[in-house]
């Protein structure tokens, strides 16, 4: 027993005590001695006592197994929620990286284009320069060769040119006189006498060889200025003439060949934005106003149009589905609809002209641009545009109600096709044109009894602030930016997505896949011809399309 430590003895002595009978004869003697020096050998279970004792965790060598287990589980519970932060840190930074890969790859693709813009503008300013320069130069060239030719054609003598006027001077007052148009031609020993001087008739008689010569001179400088068709206060020379006709000519040219732009691409792609809002307002305004029937039997007429404007798979989708409880289908039909009406308008020539008489100035645009420089097209296209509203002053009232028309026509048909009943009394709206909120729904008492009738009562002043705007931006394209051309881009109905081409408006809740079933905002692109037939597109905006798989986003 002596060689037991300290605490293992006291312990084995208390027990001993404590069990032992109180009249035992044990009880009476003196207790058993046991060594309490600790022992000098060693032992493996010493050894494993020391080391508990020596060890940093020995808080943990008095807690119960469940406490033990209890703190291993806190233990794994920090480690896999340390595990899930470092995975979503590792994501996040990867993120990250891919999006400053993208941001570098865009600044260097604004970079090239900046880069090309400044070396056209440098060859344009060359360009006109080298023009001007080659005009002064023709100009003063001509302007030489024609002081040339008057000084040859005039001569050297003032006697000469003061002879030519006075033989003309002589020849009107003799027509004046006699009342006949004769004019005698001075032979060379001719000499004029005082009595034949109608200028001076008492003046002296001039010398044989001085009237001559003066004669001679006077009647060759007669000759040559009626054989030229120039008289005394006649018009200017021929070539002077040229050279108006010349200046005539580059100032056309200079017209042409222009490339001023009063309205920057930023500004066409806010223009687009403003009317990509436009439509959202609209479509969830009326979506939520309108009550809809459980199930009912839609129009054929309707539902025929209806597939033919925003494709049968979304007009099937709208008239089977129940929409009482989430109109949200019935919103995204009515943003697309009004996107192709939008989008088959801005596609013409000129909105509201007559069909055959836009296609053929469709067509004409179109063969210039691939045969002739893009200012030039571009210019024609222009012109065009604002002569024919010249002619029709009316014309752009006209496109403005009849595009109104279209787009309440088509959105009532939705509305049918969807099982819509009637628009009644809402919450107050704001108003996208003001800042306080503004019922936009009159009484119901005051609400035509047809569902085409309630729509145009209720955002017929909408319908038309939109229409205002695409024909607004309809004449910036056409009229004002002669650099390029911009055109509005929308995806085929029930065609397959494109990554890169269109973005999935419900991307962030499932994965794109299957068709596309609308476009709910307008795309933008701007189209250069680089000569040859050959043109330069490149995509501002992207459309916003649904597609099939938001089916299963409505449903969960």
């Known amino acids: 027993m002596s060689l037991l430590p300290t605490q293992i003895a006291n312990f084995l002595?208390?027990?001993?005590e404590y069990f032992s009978p109180?009249?035992?004869?044990?009880?009476?003697?003196?207790?058993?001695?046991?060594?309490?020096?600790?022992?000098?050998?060693?032992?493996?279970?010493?050894?494993?006592?020391?080391?508990?004792?020596?060890?940093?965790?020995?808080?943990?060598?008095?807690?119960?197994?469940?406490?033990?287990r209890r703190e291993l589980d806190i233990t794994k519970h920090d480690l896999a929620r340390a595990h899930v932060d470092t995975t979503r840190l590792e994501e996040r930074c990867k993120m990250l990286e891919r999006t400053l890969k993208e941001t570098r790859e865009l600044l260097r693709t604004r970079e090239a284009e900046l880069e090309k813009l400044r070396r056209e503008r440098e060859k344009e300013r060359a360009l006109a320069e080298r023009r001007r320069s080659d005009t002064q130069y023709h100009l003063q060239h001509r302007s030489s060769a024609n002081n040339l030719a008057t000084y040859q054609r005039n001569g050297n003598s003032l006697d000469t040119r003061m002879g030519a006027a006075d033989i003309a001077r002589r020849m009107h007052l003799h027509d004046d006189g006699h009342g006949a148009s004769r004019m005698r031609t001075p032979s060379p020993s001719h000499t004029f006498s005082p009595s034949t001087s109608p200028l001076n008739g008492n003046?002296?008689?001039?010398?044989?060889?001085?009237?001559?010569?003066?004669?001679?001179?006077?009647?060759?400088?007669?000759?040559?200025?009626?054989?030229?068709?120039?008289?005394?206060?006649?018009?200017?020379?021929?070539?002077?003439?040229?050279?108006?006709?010349?200046?005539?000519?580059?100032?056309?040219?200079?017209?042409y060949m222009s490339r001023i732009d009063t309205w920057s691409g930023a500004q066409v792609l806010q223009a687009?934005?403003?009317?990509?809002?436009?439509?959202?307002?609209?479509?969830?305004?009326?979506?939520?106003?309108?009550?809809?029937?459980?199930?009912?039997?839609?129009?054929?007429?309707?539902?025929?149009?209806?597939?033919?404007?925003?494709?049968?798979?979304m007009a099937r989708i709208l008239a089977a589905r129940d929409h009482s409880t989430d109109p949200l289908l019935v919103q995204l039909a009515l943003q697309g609809c009004l996107v192709q009406c939008v989008s088959r308008a801005l596609a013409s020539f000129c909105i509201g002209f007559p069909t055959k008489s836009d296609a053929v100035l469709a067509q004409i645009y179109a063969h210039m641009q691939r045969t002739e420089p893009q200012p030039t097209s571009a210019k024609w296209r222009a012109?065009?545009?604002?002569?024919?509203?010249?002619?029709?002053?009316?014309?752009?009232?006209?496109?403005?109600?009849?595009?109104?028309?279209?787009i309440l026509r088509w959105c009532a048909d939705i509305f049918e096709v969807a099982h819509g009943h009637s628009f009644g009394p809402s919450s107050p709206?704001?108003?996208?044109?003001?800042?306080?909120?503004?019922?936009?729904?009159?009484?119901?008492?005051?609400?035509?009894?047809?569902?085409?009738?309630?729509?145009?009562?209720?955002?017929?002043?909408?319908?038309?602030?939109?229409?205002?705007?695409?024909?607004?931006?309809?004449?910036?394209?056409?009229?004002?930016?002669?650099?390029?051309?911009?055109?509005?881009?929308?995806?085929?109905?029930?065609?397959?997505?494109?990554?890169?081409?269109?973005?999935?408006?419900?991307?962030?809740?499932?994965?794109?896949e299957g068709r596309v079933l609308a476009t709910t905002e307008l795309g933008l692109?701007?189209?250069?011809?680089?000569?040859?037939?050959?043109?330069?597109?490149?995509t501002l905006l992207q459309p916003k399309v649904v597609l099939e798989s938001v089916l299963g986003v409505l449903d969960r």
């Open 13 to 16: 002595n208390t027990a001993y």
């Open 22 to 68: 109180p009249n035992s004869p044990v009880h009476r003697t003196q207790p058993i001695p046991i060594s309490r020096e600790p022992s000098k050998l060693s032992s493996p279970l010493n050894e494993r006592l020391d080391a508990a004792c020596q060890s940093p965790t020995t808080s943990l060598a008095n807690l119960s197994p469940n406490s033990m």
């Open 203 to 255: 003046s002296r008689a001039r010398s044989p060889s001085r009237s001559s010569t003066t004669s001679t001179s006077m009647s060759s400088s007669a000759g040559t200025s009626m054989s030229n068709g120039i008289g005394i206060g006649g018009p200017p020379p021929p070539n002077s003439n040229n050279i108006e006709e010349e200046r005539a000519r580059l100032r056309g040219a200079e017209t």
């Open 272 to 313: 687009v934005h403003d009317i990509n809002s436009e439509i959202l307002q609209f479509a969830a305004s009326a979506t939520e106003m309108c009550t809809f029937l459980p199930s009912s039997a839609s129009k054929p007429q309707a539902f025929q149009e209806t597939s033919t404007r925003i494709g049968p798979h």
């Open 383 to 406: 012109l065009a545009h604002q002569h024919i509203h010249g002619i029709y002053p009316t014309l752009k009232d006209y496109s403005i109600s009849e595009l109104s028309d279209t």
């Open 429 to 512: 709206l704001k108003s996208p044109s003001s800042s306080p909120p503004i019922s936009i729904s009159p009484p119901t008492s005051t609400l035509p009894q047809s569902l085409p009738l309630q729509l145009r009562a209720l955002y017929l002043d909408q319908i038309r602030r939109i229409s205002r705007a695409v024909l607004r931006l309809a004449a910036v394209t056409r009229e004002e930016i002669m650099s390029t051309s911009f055109e509005l881009t929308i995806p085929d109905p029930a065609g397959p997505f494109q990554h890169g081409e269109m973005i999935d408006a419900f991307g962030e809740y499932s994965e794109s």
């Open 525 to 538: 692109r701007c189209v250069t011809a680089t000569g040859g037939g050959d043109f330069e597109s490149r």
